[in-house]
């Protein structure tokens, strides 16, 4: 089993900035060994079957990177090998942007996928808030 921890939500005004953190750890775990993810869920999407929204990842080997078009280019997904860490820098925040936002790991054996989709996550934390508002 990992264990992931977020960090670094909070209240920000739109447009301004937050740069998310998530520590991986477990036993001989590596960040070259899995695919990273980063998803949120928004207030009420559950009543809409929307449970969690992809937002972007990054596969084992770094090759491969996804963001959502829905961020519209303001969010960033990074890796610090030395710290084990990965990271989601967030740029001209927007209102919509508000939720709950988790960062996520899939198994080994899929490490060199990078995905939207929520079910191919199997490690997750417990989530930091971020509220936009003015």
């Known amino acids: 089993q990992l264990t992931l921890v977020e960090s670094g939500g909070g209240l920000v005004q739109p447009g301004g900035s937050l740069r998310l953190s998530c520590v991986v750890s477990?036993?001989?775990?590596?960040?070259?060994?899995?695919?990273l993810g980063w998803l949120r869920q928004a207030p009420g999407k559950e009543h809409e079957g929307k449970v969690h929204?992809?937002?972007?990842?990054?596969?084992?080997?770094?090759?491969?990177?996804y963001h959502t078009d829905a961020l519209e280019g303001r969010f960033a997904i990074s890796r610090d090998f030395a710290k084990n860490t990965v990271y989601l820098q967030m740029n001209s925040l927007k209102p919509e942007d508000t939720g709950t936002y988790y960062c996520?790991?899939?198994?080994?054996?899929?490490?060199?996928?990078?995905?939207?989709?929520?079910?191919?996550?199997?490690?997750w934390g417990q989530g930091t808030q971020v509220t936009v508002s003015a």
């Open positions: 929204e992809g937002i972007s990842c990054i596969s084992a080997t770094g090759k491969k990177i």
């Open positions: 996520a790991s899939t198994l080994r054996q899929y490490g060199s996928l990078c995905s939207s989709e929520s079910g191919l996550y199997v490690y």
């Open positions: 477990g036993s001989g775990v590596t960040l070259r060994s899995y695919a």
